[in-house]
């Protein structure tokens, strides 16, 4: 059985030496490209609880005030679970997603379970705005979404269906 004096080897001293210079050369290269990413992906900003209000524009053109709450939680870096739900005095519409982001690219899929309907989501995200095409069966609308800190722009687009348009600013409550 070995036994190992209270100093290391001077092999073993520069070995050790070695390992932890590695290490720190790792963590130096590693920390700016993670925090990059970080600060490039777009999901960062998002989680927690957000409410705000807004305009619902319908096909026969009636306005109305809209009140939303949303719910953002990220599952790991690059997978967003949103639920969302909104209602004005007429219309009401609840949205669940499932969003992945990769490159600059996001894709996923929706559902809105008030009508029972769903599809797919893809579009790009740029820093602090996302913009995506949903689409469906019976349903397509193009989202421009840009948040800064703890306030969020929504726009959806949906010429030919029964809500044309929606603009929404949600604020996010405490995490």
Same mark, same amino acid.
């Given at each position: 059985?070995?036994?190992f /004096?209270k100093?290391p080897s001077?092999?073993r001293?520069?070995a050790?030496r070695g390992?932890a210079?590695?290490f720190?050369?790792?963590?130096v290269?590693?920390?700016?490209?993670?925090?990059?990413?970080t600060?490039?992906?777009?999901f960062?900003?998002?989680?927690?609880?957000w409410? =705000?209000t807004?305009?619902i524009?319908?096909s026969?053109?009636t306005?109305?005030?809209?009140r939303?709450?949303?719910?953002?939680?990220?599952?790991?870096p690059?997978?967003?679970?949103?639920?969302?739900s909104?209602?004005?005095?007429?219309?009401?519409?609840?949205?669940?997603?499932?969003?992945?982001?990769?490159?600059?690219?996001v894709s996923g899929s929706?559902?809105?379970t008030t009508?029972g309907? =769903?599809g797919?989501?893809?579009?790009r995200?740029s820093g /602090?705005?996302?913009?995506?095409?949903a689409?469906?069966q019976?349903?397509? /609308?193009?989202?421009d979404m840009?948040?800064?800190?703890?306030?969020?722009?929504v726009s959806?687009q949906?010429?030919?269906s029964e809500?044309?348009g929606?603009?929404?600013?949600?604020?996010?409550?405490?995490?």
């Open positions: 059985m070995k036994i /004096a100093s001077g092999d001293r520069r050790l390992a210079l590695g720190l050369s790792l963590m290269v590693a920390s700016p490209l993670a925090q990059a990413a600060a490039d992906n777009p960062t900003a998002l989680p927690g609880s409410t =705000g807004g305009t524009a319908m026969s053109g306005k109305e005030r809209i939303c709450q949303a719910s953002y939680r990220l599952e790991n690059t997978n967003l679970r949103l639920e969302m909104c209602t004005s005095d007429s219309y009401r519409f609840e949205l669940r997603s499932h969003i992945t982001y990769d490159d600059q690219t929706w559902n809105e009508r309907v =769903g797919q989501i893809t579009g995200a /602090a705005r996302i913009q995506a095409r689409e469906g019976t349903f397509t /609308a193009l989202l840009t948040t800064r800190g703890n306030r969020q722009s959806i949906s010429p030919g809500m044309s929606v603009t929404i600013v949600l604020t996010r409550g405490r995490r």
